[in-house]
């Protein structure tokens, strides 16, 4: 396990994300550890049901994904990890996914969604620890880093 556990933007990274450019489209690399029970609040309706943490990422998955479709994002790339071959074994990874939006702005009117706020309970619920990594796509080329 890492030191600090991320499962939310922080405040400067969240501004920095607002700043960059919102007339194209990105990309948002996604890696999540999920905990072995999930952690619903006492109030939830999935409270002491006994679901793991990856059923309440799946749950997340699947209620929001109507959203996710609306706002025009789709999923370009999904793989299972297996092995940290370069970087601590701490860093190990349940899941590995790319998500495309057409904007950033198409990101933010998700996130800002009132159902998704509600619905992304579930995903709190039951990530241990998460990056999260904007990234603007870009034609490769033929060697590594072109």
Known sequence: ???????????????IF???????????????RVKPLADYPADHADHGKGLS????????????????????????????PQVM????ASEAWDLAFIAEYPSSDAFIAMV???????L????TAGVADSRLLRLSPVEPGEGFGE
């Open 18 to 32: 607002k700043s960059l450019p919102k007339d194209e489209p990105i990309l948002m690399l996604n890696l999540v």
């Open 85 to 88: 071959v370069t970087g601590p």
């Open 53 to 80: 943490g990856l059923d309440a990422y799946r749950a997340y998955g699947r209620t929001t994904a109507h959203i996710f479709k609306r706002v025009g994002g789709r999923q370009v790339w999904a793989g299972k």
């Open 112 to 118: 800002r969604d009132p159902e998704y706020r509600e």
């Open 120 to 123: 992304v309970k579930h995903r």
């Open 1 to 15: 396990m890492t030191d600090q556990a991320h499962i939310d933007p922080d405040r400067e990274a969240w501004e």
